[in-house]
């Protein structure tokens, strides 16, 4: 994939470009790794679609960052990374933090969006806080875990983020990359919590997460489903946070499901 540094930001993306009409998808990865978390996405998707996957700030080599850069400002870099590859609409997946930064940028720009698919997220437009401080203290303490030791987090973080034993080594080795000093851009998460309303959507919703999830995220996953009905949801069977990894083939099948709009049930009664 050729490596891209955007101008006048931290942010470098990675694209793989196809001759012809083939169309666009943006991947945005998890927090504390980076764009090669989809590297089994990359190796699928790659000879049919062109690919847009950015390192989000402070994450893979996206780390060269100035006074005044920080998280809320990715959807205006993703916007400049679209205008720059001559994209008009585009296929979005966000996995965790990416489908923040995913819901972020469909915010601000609607008619860039083709279709948005957000995994191990939640809906960041009605976000009940109180549900986040129920998970308050263990995310504390994985923080406190972190300021020691990276490798010590990671060993921690690697167990929530993944399910199967494959992933759980992917991730514990691209999270050993991580600056300590890159949690100062996760602060700025809740900026872009509650801060828009959605006003319906003009592109189709895929949401979603793994069976062996967090309950909290699982929970999340069921009221964001509830307060938009007309979005698809899969919950992904032998897969805990990061679905793209614990069960690439079936998120991948998903995905190519979604954009046909050929999804169907499953066992679950979702698709």
Not at 113 to 142: T, W
Not at 146 to 156: D, G, I, N, Q, T
């Amino acid at each position: 994939m050729k490596k891209v540094e955007l101008s006048d930001s931290p942010l470098v993306y990675f694209c793989e470009k196809k001759d012809g009409a083939a169309e666009w998808l943006l991947f945005l990865h998890a927090a504390f790794v980076d764009h090669r978390m989809y590297n089994a996405q990359i190796a699928y998707f790659k000879e049919r679609y062109n690919l847009l996957l950015p390192d989000i700030i402070g994450h893979g080599e996206s780390v060269n960052a100035k006074k005044g850069d920080s998280l809320d400002n990715m959807s205006g870099w993703i916007k400049e990374i679209l205008d720059r590859e001559g994209v008009e609409k585009i296929h979005i997946t966000g996995v965790s933090l990416g489908a923040v930064l995913a819901q972020d940028f469909a915010n601000h720009y609607p008619d860039r969006v083709k279709s948005l698919a957000c995994f191990g997220g939640y809906d960041i437009n009605h976000f009940d806080l109180s549900m986040q401080k129920e998970n308050g203290g263990a995310q504390m303490r994985m923080m406190l875990k972190a300021l020691v030791s990276v490798k010590w987090f990671a060993k921690e973080n690697k167990k929530i983020s993944a399910y199967t034993e494959e992933a759980q080594d992917a991730f514990y080795q691209l999270n050993l990359r991580f600056p300590k000093k890159s949690f100062l851009y996760l602060a700025t998460l809740n900026r872009m919590v509650n801060v828009c309303e959605t006003d319906g959507r003009s592109y189709p919703l895929l949401i979603g997460c793994g069976e062996y999830d967090i309950p909290m995220e699982k929970e999340a996953v069921k009221r964001w489903a509830e307060s938009e009905p007309d979005c698809t949801v899969k919950i992904f069977e032998g897969a805990g946070h990061c679905v793209n990894m614990d069960v690439p083939q079936a998120f991948n099948a998903a995905l190519e499901a979604f954009w046909r709009g050929k999804a169907e049930p499953d066992a679950h009664g979702f698709v």
